[in-house]
């Protein structure tokens, strides 16, 4: 398998934050290899860290936003499944001059002697780049998702772990009973030394273990309800060097939160950093849709609009939207978009979005367009990627490229769960155009 290793220099650091904890000693570790199949159709063409989200940005944006905010410098990105999308907005994005003097470098996967090629699990992908990340004179290693939607100035977690002396710190935050099943749940001490850690833990009796008294929650000045009666791994850690290169190399399973984190609970220190702010994993259609809706809040729990935590991506270099007479009322609208829609509600467009008269859109997520018209074919003209004239779309995510003829109907008339052709889905309730489908003049669903 062929090795794709690029390094792309970064020389200014923006003053954003008045930054207190030297993080030059950190080296930040993105895994963006996930094959994403709960996002299935999103992922059919794109690893979930380069799907699009809120009409502009990609996932991936979201931990290297915050890492540049929190003043690392030294950043590597690894990735497997569908990575060239990835890697070109990374190349486009994150370029020299734009933001310190570290780097970005990004390692795919290859094949080396006495190894499987494919990352086995997120632990199994660090050890596999072992060589690389060991060249970087440092002392920590952050490591951290590439599908999450969140801000955090990660010197917090420094902070905690040069107080402490922590092998690894764990990020988490106080979650619901019903988000036990879908994250790794841990118990702390009075000084936040963690004591138990359970990935995905489904027995009764063992999730009644692991709750945490609202008084606790208090003692560290997190918000707490009746409902918030866990503490939920949010999947970041910021490992001493020592520490993590002797986890990998004696425990060699494959994975952090099933495998290594439980042992390093075991045999080493480990202490929970414990977030207040806003917090989702973007793992499945529905948590993806919810997410990006939320955003068309008058007040969104992810505050975008925080100068002091900007958030970077690619710049599209488009015009203005032109909006004609449209009702548009809590929506956002990428830029180059061309709107002469009848009502668009609770909604996201995203860039270069072509939405013609008489159409009604509620609560859906119209991802945009790479370009205005499809590349003429031999004997068959350039089409225009657009949604037709009186359409009525509701409660979906319509993907790039995609053509929505005339008179279609998108609502889910039958209250569907899951549904499956090739150019529609269900998944959650929530309808799915995936990219580069077709739908006929005059389709109902």
Not at 145 to 171: C, F, H, P, S, W
Not at 294 to 301: I, N
Not at 341 to 346: G, L, P
């Amino acid at each position: 398998m062929p090795v794709n290793q690029s390094k792309t220099r970064i020389k200014k650091t923006p003053s954003i934050n008045q930054l207190s904890c030297d993080m030059s000693r950190v080296a930040t570790i993105i895994l963006g290899g996930g094959q994403g199949s709960r996002l299935y159709p999103l992922t059919r063409s794109d690893c979930k860290p380069a799907i699009t989200f809120g009409g502009k940005y990609r996932l991936i944006d979201v931990p290297m936003s915050n890492a540049i905010n929190s003043g690392c410098q030294k950043i590597f990105i690894v990735t497997q499944f569908l990575s060239k999308t990835l890697h070109d907005h990374i190349f486009k994005t994150y370029r020299p001059g734009s933001f310190s003097s570290g780097f970005v470098e990004v390692l795919s996967v290859e094949e080396k002697p006495h190894t499987k090629a494919w990352f086995q699990g997120t632990a199994d992908a660090i050890r596999q780049n072992l060589d690389y990340l060991t060249d970087v004179p440092i002392d920590y290693f952050l490591i951290l998702a590439g599908d999450q939607l969140y801000q955090m100035n990660y010197q917090k977690m420094m902070k905690v772990a040069l107080e402490t002396d922590a092998d690894v710190v764990i990020a988490a935050l106080p979650v619901e009973e019903s988000q036990v099943n879908r994250l790794g749940i841990l118990k702390i001490n009075s000084d936040a030394r963690i004591t138990d850690f359970v990935e995905k833990p489904s027995d009764k009796k063992l999730v009644e273990k692991l709750k945490v008294s609202p008084s606790a929650l208090e003692k560290f000045h997190l918000k707490s309800n009746k409902k918030s009666v866990y503490l939920g791994s949010m999947g970041i850690y910021l490992f001493k060097r020592k520490a993590l290169l002797k986890l990998l190399l004696t425990d060699m399973r494959e994975d952090f939160g099933k495998h290594l984190i439980p042992t390093i609970i075991k045999n080493g220190k480990a202490v929970a950093h414990l977030h207040d702010g806003y917090w989702e994993d973007i793992g499945t259609i529905e948590s993806y849709f919810h997410a990006n809706i939320a955003l068309t809040k008058e007040k969104p729990d992810f505050n975008w609009y925080d100068e002091k935590q900007p958030l970077f991506t690619n710049s599209l270099h488009l015009p203005a939207s032109k909006i004609y007479q449209t009702k548009i009322q809590n929506c956002i609208i990428g830029e180059g978009s061309l709107i002469d829609a009848k009502e668009i509600t609770h909604s996201i467009l995203g860039p270069r979005s072509k939405i013609n008269k008489g159409t009604i859109i509620k609560n859906s997520y119209l991802l945009g367009n790479d370009y205005y018209h499809s590349p003429a074919q031999e004997g068959q003209p350039s089409k225009c990627y657009q949604i037709g004239e009186n359409c009525r779309i509701e409660r979906a995510i319509i993907d790039k490229q995609a053509i929505i003829g005339h008179n279609v109907e998108l609502v889910n008339k039958n209250n569907l769960t899951e549904f499956n052709s090739d150019n529609l889905y269900i998944r959650d309730g929530i309808i799915i155009v995936p990219r580069g489908a077709c739908i006929p003049d005059g389709f109902s669903l």
